[in-house]
């Protein structure tokens, strides 16, 4: 069974600009999470996606959004982005409800901003 | 509010036990689970223990939950190389809420 992948893998962008960073859950697994981890804040819950819709929500502004697709594939778009925004962002996938279930998570996305 | 706090830093030599430790705050959690993070890698799970539980064994991995103390820790023993990672200690609430330590880095000297 494919694990959690995330593409791209390696980001650079200015600020300003927008991004959209996706994640494709293990094969039957419904539920979805993003993290934001830096050296500084270590893992910081973003949001969770379960049967496309958005279960929990962390404290980060809104421009952070996220969606997920009826094949429980996700996407995280970050709009206008600020310097402090370069992170390792984590996609983590589970079977249904996080935190009563193994969370599977993806290498990450490593968006650096200039 | 709750928080998950950890030491940034541990170094072991190669054969000696590590131990991880981790406190919290809101002693309201069902979980509190371990994890390991390998560079350029997600975090894996290495192990959890049930919020009514005092001590859970796994082949290497001990971990060890004090309630009064609200500390949590996680030892390692005969500490290889392959160890060398972050360790994260997390709490997972009722309403699936997960809080993540800060993560400590484990450093095996030779």
């Known amino acids: 069974k494919a694990g959690v992948t995330q593409t791209p893998r390696y980001l650079i962008k200015t600020r300003g600009q927008q991004v959209t960073l996706s994640c494709s859950p293990i094969?039957?697994?419904?539920?979805v999470s993003w993290y934001q981890q830096t050296p500084g804040q270590g893992l910081q819950f973003l949001f969770e996606?379960?049967?496309?819709?958005?279960?929990n929500k962390g404290n980060f502004p809104g421009r952070f959004s996220g969606r997920q697709f009826s094949n429980s594939r996700s996407e995280m778009n970050v709009s206008t982005l600020e310097l402090g925004d370069s992170a390792l962002y984590l996609c983590?996938?589970?079977?249904?409800?996080?935190?009563?279930?193994?969370?599977?998570f993806g290498p990450g996305t490593r968006l650096t901003v200039l | 509010g709750e928080d998950v706090e950890q030491s940034l830093f541990l170094s072991v030599r190669e054969g000696d036990s590590s131990v991880i430790n981790c406190t919290y705050t809101d002693s309201s959690s069902t979980y509190l689970y371990w994890y390991k993070q390998e560079p350029g890698a997600g975090l894996q799970l290495l192990t959890y223990?049930?919020?009514?539980?005092d001590m859970k064994q796994d082949q290497r991995l001990t971990v060890l939950l004090n309630k009064k103390d609200k500390h949590l820790s996680l030892r390692i023993a005969d500490t290889q190389t392959g160890d060398s990672a972050i360790y994260f200690c997390a709490e997972i609430f009722r309403d699936d809420k997960i809080i993540f330590g800060k993560g400590t880095r484990l450093h095996i000297l030779p």
């Open positions: 983590a996938s589970s079977l249904a409800r996080t935190g009563r279930n193994e969370q599977f």
């Open positions: 996606y379960f049967s496309e819709t958005q279960r």
């Open positions: 094969s039957g697994h419904r539920s």
């Open positions: 223990i049930f919020s009514n539980m």
